[in-house]
């Protein structure tokens, strides 16, 4: 089965992350896209953010979200680690189970690989990379200027995105969710109507 796999912290999940990746799902023809949050620990203490959903939360808020995306699918992958696993590993993983997947995130990691990533040409030539446009970057531009992301371009797909998902981040609904408990509106803007506001987390 063709599928893109989209880690990352969901931290909460929102409109934009579920939104745009059936946006990329159908721009690039695939059946299912593959979300993998990653653990709890590895958001605190890596990526140093000064809140986190438990794992048990995150993973419960995709899989209801999922329920009425048949083309969503969530994976624990990551989460049954004993360590935060490499994103290489998790494709690996993911292909051993019957995937044809490749990678799928925003264009703000795409700046990322060269420094932060490891194992960025093996991802690129085994499974591919799907870099959704965000924020008015220009990819192609970000791929120009680097001698890095030059040499592995040619596994590049770049894909278009709405711009009305520019506002919305976790970084916002967490920053509502922790300072303001009582802007339930402006929280359930910014994500999926099946965590209904995250009140039941207030």
């Known amino acids: 089965m063709k599928a893109l796999m989209f880690g990352g912290a969901f931290n909460p999940p929102t409109k934009a992350h579920i939104d745009l990746a059936y946006c990329a799902l159908k721009q690039c023809g695939r059946d299912k896209v593959i979300f993998v949050p990653s653990k709890m620990q590895y958001i605190r203490d890596d990526q140093k953010k000064n809140f986190a959903f438990t794992?048990?939360?995150?993973?419960?808020m995709l899989k209801r979200i999922s329920?009425?995306?048949?083309w969503m699918c969530v994976s624990d992958y990551e989460l049954c680690c004993e360590s935060q696993p490499r994103t290489y590993t998790t494709l690996k993983y993911l292909k051993s189970t019957g995937y044809d997947c490749?990678?799928?995130?925003?264009?703000d990691k795409l700046a990322e690989l060269?420094?932060?990533w490891r194992h960025v040409p093996e991802i690129a030539e085994e499974f591919g990379i799907v870099c959704m446009s965000r924020n008015?970057?220009?990819?192609?531009?970000?791929?120009?200027?680097?001698?890095?992301?030059?040499?592995?371009a040619q596994y590049i797909t770049v894909v278009d995105t709405p711009d009305e998902y520019r506002d919305i981040s976790s970084t916002k609904v967490r920053g509502h969710f922790l300072a303001a408990r009582d802007e339930i509106d402006e929280i359930s803007r910014m994500i999926?109507?099946?965590?209904?506001?995250l009140k039941e987390y207030l």
């Open 114 to 116: 060269e420094t932060g």
């Open 136 to 152: 008015a970057d220009s990819c192609c531009t970000m791929i120009r200027e680097s001698p890095f992301l030059h040499d592995i």
């Open 192 to 197: 999926p109507e099946e965590l209904n506001g």
């Open 102 to 107: 490749s990678l799928l995130f925003g264009s």
């Open 55 to 60: 794992d048990a939360e995150r993973l419960d």
């Open 67 to 70: 329920g009425n995306r048949d």
